[in-house]
């Protein structure tokens, strides 16, 4: 068993009783091809959770300071995530996660860049629209509707994937991609919650 299965499975056996999970919308997810699953970001187990409630094994960037840990970087890297500069253009960070989509797999995202320890869903950096106008991906936006308390309800909302081939075909920016994804995330948490 892979560690990514080994955590996946110890995640679903903590996280699901212990903040009563309900997954809403999972079937949106394409079982085949590559994916962006472009989610709210309120709490570090977010990508956990999100990891746990998608049908897919996802690949996370995670900020570059965790991986100067050699325990925590090993761990990270063996359940696919690859660290990301903060604050910068990252060229090897957007190769790797273009390469992530070319291979057809399933990359995560929180557009945010940053927690939203409020629970309010901010404004999206252009990082998302990048991955999505440079690649065939879908673009599945995900809502998490907090909060992160022991056994009170916590939500994951999948939605429809977001065309994009208007997007592509006009050659958009990025920015006004990643605002039209968080646009989705925000009614995704304003139906739900």
Known sequence: MSLYKLGKWICTILFYPLYRINVIGKENIPK??????CSNHIS???PPIVGITSSRNIYFMAKEELFKNPVIGGILKRVHAFPIKRGMRDRNALRQGLGV????????LFPEGTRQKSGEIGKGLAGAGFFALRSNAY??????IGPYE???PLKVVYGEPIDMTTYRQEKASAQVVTDRIME???QLHKIHQ
Do not use: F, M, S, T
């Open 32 to 37: 085949k091809g590559p994916v962006i699953i």
């Open 44 to 46: 570090n187990l977010d």
């Open 150 to 152: 022991k056994w009170r």
């Open 139 to 144: 673009i599945v936006p995900c809502a998490i």
């Open 184 to 186: 989705e995330i925000r």
């Open 101 to 108: 989509l070319k291979d057809n797999h399933a990359l995560g």
